[in-house]
C-alpha cells in the first residue's frame, strides 16, 4: 500500500489572495482550509487539492517545483497568458531568452508557473496542469514513484517523471545539476496514508525508502513533518 498525493501545498504571505488567483485561474472552488489558510478543490482530474497555508517568509529564489501548463494553440496560450495576467499574475525572466516557445509568468507571490507551447509531444495526453516540474536527482524521482505507487513514465539521462494510474498531471524531476537548497520550500506535498493504513506505519514506511523526520519548528502538530531524499519538505497527516 502506497501513500495518497492529498494536496499541494503553498507558503502564502497572503493565503487568501493566492488562493484566489489560482481559484479563479484555474476555476477551482476555493474554501476554507481545515488547518489554516484556504483549499482549492480541483474541477479536473488533477488528483489532488492546493493549499495556500500563511508563512511570514519572503520568498527567495526560483522554486523547486512549478507549473507547466499546457496549450492546444497558440492562440490558446495567448489566452492563457492574458488572462493569468488580468487575474494578477507577471511576466519572468528566468534567462530562458527571447526565442522561448513557452512563456514563463510568476503568481502574485512571484511563483513561477510555465504555459508551455502548443505541440508538446511530453505533455500531449495531459490535462490544462499538464506537469508539476521539479529540480531534483534521479534518486529522488525513484523514491516519490515507491511512496505514491505511482509508475515511472520517463527514466533517461537522470531525468524521471511519474504519473497516477489514474491520469492527471506529470511529476518530473530534472536530474543534475541539483540546485543547491538554501531553507524551507515554498511549495511542498501534502500526504496521506492509505485508505486502511496507519499514519506511524505509513511513516516507517517511507523512511525505509529513503526519507526521513524533520524538525521545522512545527511544534505539536497531527501530521508528521519529513524531508525526501533530496532533503524536500513533505507532510504526513493522520487518516
Known amino acids: 500500500m502506497t501513500s495518497q498525493l492529498v494536496a499541494l501545498c503553498f507558503d502564502a504571505n497572503d493565503p487568501h489572495r493566492l488562493a484566489s488567483f489560482w481559484g479563479g485561474f484555474l476555476g477551482w472552488e476555493m474554501v476554507d482550509d481545515p488547518h489554516e489558510g484556504f483549499t482549492l478543490l480541483p474541477s479536473d482530474d488533477t488528483g489532488f487539492r492546493i493549499r495556500c497555508v500563511p508563512s511570514e517568509k519572503k520568498k527567495t529564489g526560483q522554486n523547486q517545483t512549478h507549473f507547466d501548463l499546457t496549450s492546444t494553440s497558440l492562440e490558446d496560450q495567448q489566452r492563457t497568458v492574458a488572462r493569468a495576467l488580468e487575474l ?36 500531449a495526453d495531459c490535462g490544462f496542469i499538464g506537469a508539476l516540474a521539479s529540480d531534483g536527482s534521479q534518486e529522488v524521482g525513484y523514491f516519490w514513484s515507491a511512496a505514491l505507487g505511482w509508475p515511472l513514465v520517463w527514466d533517461q539521462d537522470q531525468e524521471t517523471a511519474i504519473r497516477s494510474p489514474h491520469g492527471g ?32 506505519a505509513e511513516v516507517d514506511r517511507l523512511i525505509s525508502l529513503g526519507a526521513k523526520r524533520i524538525d521545522i519548528g512545527q511544534g505539536e502538530v497531527s501530521h508528521v ?6 532533503g524536500n519538505e513533505f507532510c504526513v497527516f493522520p487518516r
Open 88 to 123: 494578477g499574475a507577471r511576466h519572468l525572466d528566468i534567462g530562458q531568452g527571447p526565442d522561448a516557445a513557452h512563456v514563463v509568468l510568476a503568481d502574485p507571490e512571484g511563483n513561477e508557473f510555465d504555459v508551455i507551447e502548443p505541440g508538446n509531444n511530453f505533455l
Open 169 to 200: 498531471p506529470k511529476i518530473t524531476w530534472g536530474g543534475p545539476p541539483v540546485a543547491p537548497k538554501t531553507g524551507k520550500n515554498r511549495l511542498h506535498f501534502d500526504l496521506a496514508p492509505p485508505a486502511d493504513g496507519d499514519q506511524q
Open 225 to 230: 513533518v519529513m524531508a525526501d531524499p533530496d
